[in-house]
């Protein structure tokens, strides 16, 4: 287990771990994007 930010590095990844992911890259002032 490793714990990621977007762009991920690694694989796989839980479906449900995508939009918490989204979410924090929008409170850190990031660009999320969707080429998870």
């Known amino acids: 287990m490793r714990w990621q930010q977007l762009p991920l590095e690694v694989t796989p990844v839980l479906p449900g771990a995508l939009p918490v992911l989204g979410w924090l890259a929008?409170?850190?002032?990031?660009?999320?994007t969707k080429d998870y």
Do not use: K
């Not at 929008?26 to 999320?32: D, K, M, T």
């Open 26 to 32: 929008e409170e850190r002032g990031l660009a999320a």
